[in-house]
């Protein structure tokens, strides 16, 4: 992992530095990664990347709640953002994290609050995909998904991460399932002894991750915006006749737009995860973590602004 990287993912939780970007950051900085902060807003923007041939996942913004009710609200607005959904007939299915459903209170609240959209999703004929997040809660999220595939549900998918040493017996597991499984290379800061310092090794162990998916039953989702890595799909897929319906690329909104739709033209599905809400400030810093580079052009329209 970068210096920069590091230090970017260790200063977000500085209180000075949040009221900073929260004051300034939204129009200068988050509206190239986050679609608005309101549903409203959102709406148009998943619209206009649909129309350009891109399929879409949302997912409104926030991890940590504090107790059961507040997790009642984030559920009852994710009922709302699939009903617009269907609605608005958006080619959009929706993304969460099980921290933002109580996943850190109690994981019963995290498991019900879920089947509760799973299930909601399944009678509009969509789809669920639980994100995955800090290392703490990764066993707790396979387990959730794992009780919600062995109950019969099978609109839902969940995400490993590269970087972990543990992730590629993480997915020998759960292969039995046949599981819908985004592959990313790992977004948070996580200590040498369980995850790969280098990116040379976290980039390997997506090759192999990647192979094992696309050769097994099941659907992957390679979430990257890696040239090498996409290549890499394309002709492993090729040369191993693995059809293009059993896979797809995402990535995420506000990131390489050109790419995405270069392989649209070539013929194949791309997802563009976008996001949207008030609470973006710590989606904006793994954003910014992941791309330093990015880190100036936020600057300078601070600067600029
Ligand atoms: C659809 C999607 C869903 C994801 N879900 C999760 C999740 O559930 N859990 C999780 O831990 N992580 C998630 N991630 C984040 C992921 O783990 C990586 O942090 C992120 O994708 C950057 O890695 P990369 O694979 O694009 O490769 P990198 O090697 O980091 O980047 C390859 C190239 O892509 C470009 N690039 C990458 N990131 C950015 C950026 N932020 N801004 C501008 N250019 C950039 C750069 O040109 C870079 O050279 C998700 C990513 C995507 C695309």
Redesign the pocket.
């Known amino acids: 992992m970068s210096a920069l990287r590091s230090v970017i993912l260790a200063a977000a939780d500085s209180p000075r530095l949040q009221r900073f970007v929260r004051r300034y950051g939204f129009q200068l900085g988050a509206a190239r ?1 986050v679609a608005g902060e309101t549903l409203d807003a959102a709406v148009p923007v998943l619209r206009r990347l649909n129309d350009q041939g891109l399929l879409t ?1 949302t997912t409104l913004l926030g991890e940590g709640v504090r107790d059961e009710a507040e997790t009642r609200a984030v559920v009852e607005a994710y009922r709302g953002v699939l009903d617009r959904i269907e609605a608005e007939s958006l080619r959009t299915n929706v ?1 969460l ?1 099980l921290t933002h459903l109580g996943l850190s209170i109690d994981e019963e609240l995290a498991q019900r609050n879920v089947a509760e959209l799973v299930k909601h999703a399944a009678r509009l004929g969509n789809f669920v ?1 639980i ?3 800090e290392s703490s809660h990764v066993d707790a999220t396979l387990r959730i998904y794992r009780r919600l595939r062995e109950s019969g549900h099978q609109n839902v998918g969940t ?1 490993l ?1 590269s ?1 972990l040493f543990r992730t590629e017996e993480d997915l020998a597991a759960l292969l039995p399932l046949a599981p819908n499984l ?1 592959l ?5 800061l996580e200590p040498p002894e369980i995850a790969y310092p280098d ?1 040379g090794d ?2 390997a162990a ?1 090759v192999r991750l990647l192979e094992t998916s696309l050769s097994s039953d099941g659907f992957t ?1 390679v ?5 090498t ?1 996409i290549e890499h799909t394309i002709s492993f897929a090729r040369e191993h006749g693995i059809a293009k319906e059993r896979f797809q690329f ?3 909104y ?3 737009p050109r790419l995405q739709l270069d392989l649209v033209r070539r013929g194949f599905d791309v ?3 976008t996001p949207y809400g008030p609470e973006w400030y710590r989606y904006l810093m ?6 330093p ?2 880190v100036l052009f936020f600057l300078r329209s601070v600067v600029r602004g």
């Open positions: 990664f996942n993304a994290k995909r994100d995955m997040e995400v991460q970087y985004r990313v290379k790992g977004a948070y990116k976290v980039d997506y989702a979430a990257t915006h890696d040239e890595l995402q990535m995420l506000g990131v390489r997802l563009v995860a793994r954003r910014l973590a992941e791309r580079a990015n």
